[in-house]
């Protein structure tokens, strides 16, 4: 007998409703076991409340708590680049992974990429975030209202104990000299291949070869390196290429260890000048110096 694309026989179809019956009479058993188990535990009280997590409102002590843009060149701040963004990072720079509420300012929409981009320029070993507490429901009629957050993610620490041999044995030399060290003992751990991007986790790791990585991940590493050994290091990036400043000795020095280990010299390594490469955002970039130094572009 055909029932649609199935052929079953006569024995098949009567087995099958003997099964089903058997499975109707457990499920029924089932259903009444757990009606049972149910009416054994206590019930709460009819309309407990919902435990919800507390609300969170920002407030007056969430602004700034010290104008530190005092501090700071005057020059630096144009535009979105103001001296109210200045405070808010800078107070979590130096909070960092406290349990200290962040600091608000006011970030427009039209402003809110330029913004995440400055931040994502300040990653070493700290993660530098958006931050958006819990417990904040409506945070839609806050949309202007920014903060930064500081962690050190979960998977650097494998990273941050690869390194430690080198930072332990770098501490008794100059900044300097250590920048030139952390230089070239990235030369050993990558080789520099157009469009390859090799992550933090996969570069401070145990590896067979060096791995092929591109200019911006020759960058970020120096930039784990350098906060690691509390050497203030950001990102700069023209349309084509990524490299680094460092503050040495009183300077901003740019060091391009990407194109050190290309061309098999320390051709750009803690030079003043560096004209390979036109600075795509030079307004955030001194933003960035006064944050990370106060006073250094003065």
Aim: glycine share 6%.
């Amino acid at each position: 007998m055909w029932y649609g694309s199935v052929c079953e026989s006569p024995t098949t179809l009567q087995n099958g409703g003997i099964e089903h019956e058997k499975q109707k009479t457990l499920s029924l058993l089932l259903a009444g076991t757990m009606t049972a188990a149910l009416l054994a535990v206590p019930t709460q009280a009819a309309g407990a409340p919902t435990l919800q997590p507390e609300p969170y409102t920002i407030s007056a002590d969430h602004w700034s708590r010290e104008d530190f843009s005092q501090e700071a060149s005057p020059e630096v701040f144009t535009g979105v680049y103001s001296r109210e963004l200045y405070n808010a990072i800078r107070q979590t720079m130096l909070d960092g992974t406290s349990a200290a509420a962040p600091t608000y300012t006011m970030v427009s929409k039209e402003d809110y990429s330029a913004v995440k981009k400055l931040i994502g320029r300040m990653e070493g070993v700290l993660r530098y975030e958006h931050h958006v507490p819990q417990g904040f429901t409506d945070y839609w009629q806050y949309l202007n209202y920014f903060a930064v957050s500081a962690e050190v993610p979960e998977n650097y620490q494998v990273p941050l104990d690869f390194v430690q041999p080198v930072i332990e044995a770098t501490e008794e030399m100059t900044d300097r000299e250590r920048v030139k060290a952390f230089n070239d003992y990235l030369r050993t751990l990558l080789a520099y291949q157009k469009g390859k991007t090799v992550g933090i986790t996969q570069t401070f790791a145990p590896h067979a070869g060096e791995p092929k990585a591109a200019c911006g991940s020759y960058a970020r590493a120096m930039k784990f390196l350098c906060r690691a050994a509390d050497i203030p290091c950001f990102t700069v990036s023209s349309k084509t290429h990524t490299w680094n400043l460092v503050y040495v000795e009183g300077r901003w020095l740019h060091v391009d260890v990407s194109a050190n280990d290309l061309s098999g010299r320390n051709g750009i390594l803690l030079i003043e000048t560096y004209q390979t490469g036109k600075d795509q955002a030079p307004e955030a970039t001194a933003f960035l110096k006064e944050l990370f130094v106060p006073s250094s572009t003065k």
